[in-house]
């Protein structure tokens, strides 16, 4: 009997929330349809059917995913791998209906045409007019997601909201020591340069560290502030486009002038002695241990660091614009990128395949939109004037970001259009304030979206391009740390690329390039 | 391995054997079986337990070691996990032909032997000498607590080790230039400098691995014949000439086969702990070929040119273990087959 009425109720809570959506005008198929997902996000490497978001969408689509994920895609590196598990399902022979992951484009890209997942492109034109719609208005991201064959095979996750990273500095330090905001990259070496000499944190101990970074290729983004370019997209060491060309940061004078003046930043203590080594747990160190002075970083994950102003008399984390390099040009190199390389794809083995690319359009659609990036009405959030506004004890409940994962939105293995106002409503005065000032200043440049190679361009690219990585990182890091000199090594440098198929990986990231975007 | 005969003294090691085959011919006797199949069934029937316990191992072989060995040919082919390893084409040396034209390739090869060089001379006595001192050590109680300190660190995980490592060797704090700073010497980031990362690998390797490593020689030391000792005391032998004339000749046997299993592993560099410690500032000296395989060949999925690299790895592997054996059974009559 007590088994009973538990049913009832939740039957009876299903009933009370089902009627503001139970006009059936999102509904896909007439019977309940079962499909297969594997789900490889980034922080959450399965596909939970009970996650209420998942619940809704059912009841929305008729459409119930079930998971069958194998593997998880490891954190091992920022910049390469996270597609252990995609190949491991792979190889183990059975693809699920739908794939959906983080890092999941140069996947598809490769086995898609080899036959592994469906082509989209009449699909979408056909039976998804929503998607279809959004890449009318985005003509650049449309491209950006085609492989060599010209065919989309996957439905991106597409970032809202333009900024990423930004520089931060203890402005309380500033002001004991009488500073002010640099506002050129000279004065942000003085500034530097006094936190390291004067003692701002006040303990009688030369133990500030004035620069410090979570990912030591931050540090060398700094060459931007000498006219250098580092790198080219939101991925470390990435190709750059210039008014339609290809190039690497790693290769222009800028960067050369930049290393030099990191060299010598380096060796007067500017920057942490640790740089290399610190690893991802830098910023809470040194800014909870009253020890780092600035940095480049995100805005909502930094700006919350105002929390040790309750610990540290003081305490103030604020972003400013970026310095001016010699030359007077102010450029912020990181940004969100527009689109992804994470997503959702059709296994060629799917037997629903419009029903699929239905259910895809689903998640563009006004409501699949909010239910993606907000949770669920009446749970997660309440409409507010026409706005999903989050309940209060939802924005109380830790992180919304992870809380938003774990009811199943904000998944970057779906492929989603994210709504930035969700990031809004938990970002703190000092992002906020700092996005203002970096909206006001129009500091960002554009983005490398990347290239989809055909088979002979890849060859090219595998052969070149790990082992030109590893030189110029190689090179990098010991101009910085001292042991060689970049300016007496540059020509020798650049002869060295060239000897290791620089020109031609270049020739075959334009001609792809060429293709994919239009030339 | 050892002819087990000999060097046993005192124990009636023929007449076992005697008794053990003279208890065979009646048992044969009894049965009669009247074809090789019979006898086959009825050898079966006798020492299954014998099997069952072989079993685990052998199906470990299978499965781990044999069947994967079918994959090896996409080393020689244009592979594709989608196509699978039958289906994709061949491309016969092409793989190698790309790992032998990369400079970054045989410089991983050079710094995994020079690695290997340096754990053979300097790690693989380690665990000897350290089974020796044990074993001169008569404080029950104080032998134990040392052994169990030297055995701890071969429990802890690589990536604490390498954090252990990290932040002893930290310019700013760490103990090591802390110790070096009341010498007046400038703090050195030891972790970036290429002339340091052989010496702390190989250090942290004997750290980590010469304690438990002695267990097996502690073994071998334990299996010596007391009898020799004690008239070796007889004729006036101080410990010293004890340990050199008896201890050592009789793990001999032991030193040699542990030696041959360490050529054999010469191409396997702990990579798990060269990943967590190196940088690309140290890779002239720290990338060694399962680092570069992982990076060129797995994160890039290039899992072909990866089990080229692998399969180089392998026959330079196998080379130098037949060399040591052969090498090892014609000066030392030891040998592992």
Known sequence: MKKLSLTAAILATTAMATPSFADGHLRIVDEPLELTIQMNHARYPIYEEDWPVEQVARELTGIHLKNDTVGANMRTDENTGRTEALN??????AIPDIVGSSRIRDFVNQYGPEGAFIPLNDLIAEHAPNIAAYYATRPDIEAAVK?????MYYIPYLPDGKYGRAYWIRTDWLDALGLEMPETVDEYEAVLRAFKTQDPNGNGLDDEVPFFARQWPELIRLVTLWDGRAH?????????VEDGKIGHGYLGEGYRDGIANLARWYSDGLIDAEIFTRGSSARDFLLSENLGGSTHDWFASTSGYNRLSSEIDGFEFKAFAPPASPSGRRIEEHRRILVKPDGWAIGHTNEHVVETIKYFDFWFTEEGRRLANFGVEGQHYDMVDGKPIFKQEFLDAGPVNRSLYQVGSQLQGRGYFQDYNYEIQWSNEFALEGIALYDEGDYLIPDFLGVAFTADEQKVYDRTWGTIRDFMLERQQSWILGSGDVMADWDGYIAQLDSMGMQELLEVMQSAYDRQYGG | MVDRNTGIGGTPVEEVVVEASEALRDRAKSYTPDSSWARTVDH????????????????????????????????????????????????GLEHFQVLFSNDQFIRAVWNTIKISALNLIFGFPAPIILALMFNEILHATFKKTAQTIVYLPHFISSVIIAGIVITAFAPTGGIVNIILGWFGVDSIYFLTRPEWFRPIFVGTGIWQEAGFGSIVFLAAIAGVNPSLYESAVVDGANRWQMMWKITIPSILPTILIMLIIRIGNIMEVSFELVILLYQPATYETADVVNTWIYRQGLQSGQYDLAAAAGLFNALVAFVLVMTANTLSRRYSQTSLW
Not at chain 1, 147 to 151: H, I, P, V
Not at chain 2, 46 to 71: C, D, H, N, S
Not at chain 2, 74 to 79: L, S, T, V
Request: hydrophobic share 50%; proline share 4%.
């Open chain 1, 88 to 93: 491991l399902m792979l190889a183990g022979g």
């Open chain 1, 232 to 240: 080219g997209s939101d991925t470390y060491h990435d190709f750059l």
């Open chain 2, 44 to 91: 079966f029937k006798r020492e299954w337990q014998l099997y069952v316990m072989l079993a685990p191992t052998i199906i470990w072989f299978l499965v781990f070691l044999y069947k994967p060995m079918y994959g090896l040919q996409i080393a020689f082919k244009d592979y594709s996990i989608f196509r699978g390893v039958a289906n994709s084409p061949w491309v």
């Open chain 1, 147 to 151: 492989a060599s064959d010209g065919q």
